[in-house]
Nanobody
């Protein structure tokens, strides 16, 4: 089993910054891919940022140039630096980890951006 715990969410004004963290524990591997997803009220969950085992990253079009995904060397911590936040970034942000053929989700952390 894998446990993922997100932290760092909160309320921020438009134009501000937040840094999300996701701590992983359990049966994890350095070969795991990881990502951040978000879900706004009434909308589908969408990809925010993704990093594969080799370190290649992908971003959703709406966050390119503003958000940066990273991880620690041990690959137990995943981060999302969010700059120039907009009200439309308001959502619950989830960490996801791909372990072999399985994938796991955290419970999410709320990000609210006020205008």
């Amino acid at each position: 089993q894998v446990q993922l715990v997100e932290s760092g969410g909160g309320l921020v004004q438009s134009g501000g910054s937040l840094r999300l963290s996701c701590a992983a524990s359990g049966s994890i591997s350095s070969f795991d891919a990881m990502g951040w997803y978000r879900q706004a009220p009434g909308k589908d969950r969408e990809l925010v940022a993704f990093i594969n085992s080799g370190g290649s990253v992908n971003y959703g079009d709406s966050v390119k140039g503003r958000f940066t995904i990273s991880r620690d060397n041990a690959k137990t911590q995943l981060y999302l630096q969010m700059n120039s936040l907009k009200p439309e970034d308001t959502a619950v942000y989830y960490c996801r980890r791909f372990v072999g053929l399985k994938n796991y989700w955290g419970r999410g952390t709320q990000v609210t951006v006020s205008s």
